[in-house]
């Protein structure tokens, strides 16, 4: 008689920008408990920290997301008055330097990305071809990062449906799901900023600033009230994050998965890339905290 499967799993990394680096963290406490999912699947920064592991070159890339400084940031922006305000070229020239793009159906682990098609509002699976060029479609926040052309589709984004993609993960095979959730408190946080009068210069993002002052340069601004409008920048933000965070409660409502692993990273800002440190150490914390609930839903199953 045949011993009974165990269930296969699969890693759904979220969307979150800059918080995407506790994504590391989670992997590395899942790596410590001797986890190895069997899928791996994410959505814009979730897309591209689990392409890397999925490649098996995460060591080296938390190296360099450790090293981040804000001037290194800001060096990677490549200020667009395209469809983004952002080519999103430098970024990944960098990372087509230092990493091989492979065919994603070569990659040691499976893999899979979600990008959005902007003509159809689709849900666009991206399951082989270049890595890389998953992980840029995946990536491109609407009005941040200009869109991709793939095959004759205009690709944004995946975040826009399906944050946090655990519904690619059971498609791809998994049996069992662990979710990674990257919004837990933003909402409450955003409020608590709304509420104060004012925000002084030393405890906005520097990355926000710098970023701001280009655009500056390239849109007409409008004569407004600083204390009463936020900036373009932060529209749009804050926008991403209100809209993911509702398409997130309602498809883990309607696909739950077994274990949501949601790291506290409400202070860090969509762009904040350079606070890796922090990000990963959130991430390793909540992923630990669940490991007991994740062992024992496992071996119910």
């Not at 070569?106 to 082989?128: C, H, Q, Y």
């Not at 993002?205 to 600083?226: C, H, I, M, Y």
Request: charged letters at 25%; aromatic letters at 6%.
């Amino acid at each position: 008689m045949k011993s009974p499967r165990k269930p296969r799993i699969g890693l759904a990394l979220g969307g979150g920008s800059a918080r995407g680096w506790a994504h590391i963290g989670v992997i590395r406490a899942l790596e410590q408990a001797g986890i190895t999912p069997d899928f791996v699947c994410g959505t814009s920064i979730g897309a591209l920290v689990g392409a890397v592991y999925a490649a098996g070159e995460l060591a080296q890339f938390e190296q360099w997301a450790l090293n981040l400084k804000i001037s290194d940031v800001i060096s990677y922006m490549d200020v667009s008055l395209g469809s983004g305000l952002l080519k999103g070229e430098r970024i990944m020239d960098f990372i087509r330097r230092d990493y091989v793009d492979r065919a994603i159906e070569d990659l040691p682990i499976p893999f899979a990305a979600v990008s959005t098609s902007l003509k159809s509002g689709a849900e666009v699976w991206l399951r082989e071809g270049s890595t890389l060029e998953a992980v840029r479609a995946s990536i491109a926040i609407p009005g941040l990062f200009e869109p991709v052309l793939k095959e004759g589709a205009i690709l944004v984004d995946g975040g826009l449906v399906n944050p946090v993609p655990v519904s690619l993960a059971r498609a791809m095979g998994a049996d069992f799901v662990i979710a990674v959730d990257l919004s837990s408190g933003v909402l409450e946080q955003k409020h608590k900023l709304h509420d104060q009068k004012e925000l002084s210069d030393d405890k906005k993002s520097e990355w926000g600033k710098k970023l701001q002052a280009g655009l500056d340069t390239l849109v007409p601004a409008f004569e407004r009230n600083e204390s009463d409008l936020p900036s373009l920048l932060n529209v749009i933000t804050s926008s991403i994050n209100i809209m993911q965070i509702r398409i997130t409660r309602s498809r883990m409502a309607g696909d739950p998965p077994e274990v949501i692993v949601s790291p506290h990273l409400a202070h860090v800002g969509l762009l904040d890339f350079h606070r890796a440190k922090e990000s990963i150490a959130a991430g390793e914390r909540a992923m630990k905290a669940m490991l007991p609930t994740l062992k024992e839903r496992y071996d119910s199953n």
